[in-house]
């Protein structure tokens, strides 16, 4: 049986309380709190207390907002207009580590990625095709000269690619390349 321990009138107090009770296990933060935001309070939150859990409760029905949201820590975000259909079930899937995308969410953000698709206005990639096939290989554990082989490019060549990639992606060597390529899907661990 879950209770609710403290309330805090604004970012700094509620940051204030979760330093004083360790046994806290979710925040619920408010994106317009005063003094101190919610997106303030979940990153400083995130920093000093990274076990808890933070639901993001909100009036803004918007992506920025979202991503943000995301961005300072929090698993989920809840807009008021549904908070009583969907703030309990955000709180048991944050409690259980999992993310909570409240269900019109999901179609806003499909929607807008399609329209952004349409015009052009993508985020660029990361990293090239070329590079992405470099990666893959990486991983798999070949050579830069059987990488060259498969490619019908040079050794040097390759490790020029493995560098940018490197560098691309903030990562230091080949066992983080790996890791990488087995998050985002290239190989199966």
Same mark, same amino acid.
């Given at each position: $049986?879950?209770?609710?321990?403290?309330?805090?009138? /604004?970012g700094a107090d509620a940051v204030l309380r979760a330093r004083e009770d360790p046994g806290l /296990?979710?925040?619920?933060?408010?994106?317009?709190? *005063?003094? #101190?935001? &919610?997106?303030?309070?979940?990153?400083?939150?995130? #920093?000093? @207390? *990274? &076990?808890? @859990?933070?639901?993001m409760l909100? $009036?803004? =029905?918007? !992506?920025q907002y979202f991503f943000e949201a995301l961005r300072a820590g929090?698993?989920?975000y809840v807009p008021k207009?549904?908070?009583?259909? =969907?703030?309990? !079930?955000?709180c048991r899937a944050a409690l @259980? /580590?999992? *993310?909570?995308?409240? *269900? &019109?969410?999901?179609?806003?953000?499909i929607r807008t990625y399609l329209d952004r698709a349409r015009t052009g206005d993508l985020p660029a990639r990361p990293?090239?095709? #070329?590079e992405e096939e470099n990666l893959k290989l990486v991983a798999e554990g070949h050579t830069s000269k059987e990488i060259g082989d498969l490619l019908v490019?040079?050794?040097?060549t390759v490790e020029r690619h493995r560098a940018n990639l490197l560098r691309k992606l903030g990562l230091r060597d080949r066992l983080e390349l790996t890791r990488y390529a087995i998050r985002v899907g290239l190989i199966e661990p």
């Open positions: $049986m879950r209770s609710v321990v403290a309330e805090a009138d /604004d /296990d979710l925040a619920i933060l408010d994106i317009a709190m *005063p003094r #101190r935001t &919610g997106l303030q309070a979940a990153r400083e939150l995130s #920093r000093l @207390r *990274p &076990g808890l @859990r933070i639901l909100t $009036m803004y =029905d918007n !992506e929090a698993s989920g207009s549904v908070a009583d259909r =969907d703030l309990v !079930e955000a @259980r /580590d999992e *993310p909570f995308i409240y *269900p &019109g969410a999901g179609t806003t953000l990293i090239t095709e #070329r490019i040079s050794a040097k």
